[in-house]
């Protein structure tokens, strides 16, 4: 079982080019000692995804959806809550404020993923009353 305090060396062993970006988030996000807000941190996270869509530097997203699935399979009911509401309606309202579509994404997500990214797009559209509704 994946627990939180696993969440951020997993991501940068499945997205090493994030490694550099988390140390300057973490030194201009936190002081020494100071609780992390992993909700908040892993947003920066999918800001980094985003941009290297962006860039057309894909070489990595293979491990990082299949990390965003295994953590929906293997995760704790925190780390699956995450990668759902965390993780993917991050990379969903991120694209919004980026100008992209965020359905791009749905190409990469494997299939318990792809259940829970239609399950915001339905809590969102109004066809269900919470996330996880038709699961």
């Known amino acids: 079982m994946i627990s939180k305090k696993q969440i951020i060396e997993l991501i940068i062993d499945a997205c090493p080019s994030y490694k550099s970006r988390w140390e300057e988030y973490c030194s201009n996000s936190y002081n020494d000692g100071e609780e992390m807000l992993l909700y908040v941190d892993v947003s920066d996270f999918v800001q980094h995804i985003i941009n290297l869509y962006k860039k057309n530097d894909l070489k990595e997203f293979d491990k990082v959806f299949d990390l965003i699935e295994l953590l929906h399979?293997?995760?704790?009911?925190?780390?699956?809550?995450?990668?759902?509401?965390?993780?993917?309606?991050?990379?969903?309202?991120l694209c919004l404020n980026s100008d992209l579509n965020p359905e791009i994404f749905v190409q990469y997500l494997k299939a318990e993923s792809k259940k829970w990214w239609d399950s915001l797009n339905d809590f969102w559209s109004g066809k269900s009353k919470y996330v996880g509704e038709n699961i």
């Open 73 to 93: 399979i293997n995760g704790d009911e925190y780390v699956k809550e995450l990668a759902t509401i965390g993780i993917l309606e991050s990379m969903q309202n």
